[in-house]
């Protein structure tokens, strides 16, 4: 019989990490296990509930985990292993038929093979999005307990709380990450039955390998052997009408603004072309360029990361905004000049050019 009454908690690299009452010590994602190596025990039934509600504030998901099973032989001393990739063990509490188990700090040596997270978590918009790379036993703090266990039939109980992972990669509003592997399982003496409840916040989108029944905002799933190496689940909150009208307002005023500075071009190329001098013409042209370049870069950059202003922070996403910036400067020169340069230019050269006196006949 494998372990089965505790979890693994590992790291995968992502962009931010989400805050928590209790926040992981680096970026990344966590990665929930049931560990191998009891035996001589037969897992009857277990009711596998994560509630990830809590992770729309922000907050830690609620796992709880109860394990029904059968010990035929004789009374035995059973050493199990909880290990977290968090700074700090969350609300660990472990129980056997009601009892409480002490439990305390334990090095941990190589991590099992098994306990490795998967590479992705099932995709929302077409594709599955990373999860991380494989972790080593200096990522993890441990957690160990031992239970005293008589033969017959027993309940193990045991909840914690865990952080999802937040991945910048959805946008605008970030995708967020839970995995429970299963795979050590497999090697378990017996396992019978296996029910899952995933509880997801309220109107969020959610997918889950394997697929779970989703009923309002409850996933679940009924399982007679272990179904896949991992339950994996991928999260993304509503963009909310906040975020929407945000983004109006702010793309209506780049719009408006380009509309002004047009119109302002126009205004001062004919009133430049009605002095009669080319030079005034061309070098306020430049100027203008600039400052119109400058006020539309200004606003394209609100336009484009403003609205992420009216998520919650531990929601928002990302899209390389580096890159945006250095793309619009690049491209700005290349749209402003030709349209408010020509423009204001070519005013004031025609406007100069009709109101040139004419030369008696």
Excluded at 163 to 181: C, D, E, W
Excluded at 182 to 207: I, M, N, Q, R, Y
Excluded at 317 to 332: D, E, H, M, S
Aim: proline share 8%; aromatic share 10%; with cysteine.
């Amino acid at each position: 019989m494998g372990r089965f009454v505790c979890a693994a908690l590992v790291a995968a690299v992502c962009a931010s990490a989400a805050s928590a009452n209790m926040g992981p010590p680096w970026i990344g994602g966590r990665v929930v296990a049931e560990p191998d190596g009891m035996k001589g025990v037969r897992v009857l039934h277990e009711s596998l509930v994560i509630d990830l509600r809590p992770v729309a504030g922000g907050e830690f998901a609620h796992v709880e985990a109860t394990y029904r099973f059968r010990n035929d032989g004789p009374a035995r001393q059973l050493q199990l292993l909880f290990a977290t990739g968090a700074n700090e063990i969350a609300g660990f509490a472990v129980a056997l038929d009601g009892a409480p188990v002490p439990s305390a700090a334990r090095d941990v040596g190589e991590l099992p093979q098994s306990w490795q997270p998967p590479k992705t978590t099932p995709g929302l918009h077409g594709y599955a999005p990373e999860y991380g790379p494989k972790l080593g036993a200096r990522d993890l703090q441990t957690v160990g307990f031992a239970l005293a266990v008589a033969p017959g039939e027993h309940t193990v109980r045991v909840t914690y709380r865990a952080p999802a992972s937040k991945n910048l990669t959805g946008y605008p509003v970030a995708y967020q990450q839970f995995a429970y592997v299963l795979a050590p399982a497999k090697s378990w003496e017996g396992f019978d039955k296996l029910d899952v409840t995933v509880h997801v916040p309220e109107g969020w989108a959610a997918a889950t390998e394997p697929a779970l029944t989703r009923d309002g905002d409850t996933l679940r799933g009924t399982f007679d052997s272990i179904p896949a190496d991992a339950l994996a689940l991928t999260l993304q909150a509503p963009i909310g009408r906040s975020y929407e009208i945000t983004r109006v307002v702010l793309w209506v005023t780049f719009g408006l603004m380009c509309v002004l500075l047009a119109w302002t071009a126009w205004r001062i190329g004919r009133a430049l072309g009605r002095r009669g001098r080319v030079w005034p013409v061309l070098g306020i042209g430049f100027a203008y360029v600039c400052v119109a370049q400058l006020v539309l870069l200004l606003l394209f950059v609100a336009a484009m990361f403003g609205p992420e202003r009216a998520l919650p922070e531990h929601q928002a996403g990302g899209q390389g905004g580096a890159w945006i910036v250095f793309f619009a400067v690049l491209v700005f020169p290349m749209f402003v000049l030709p349209v408010y340069g020509g423009l204001l230019v070519g005013t004031g050269l025609v406007v100069r050019n009709l109101n040139r006196p004419v030369p008696p006949s």
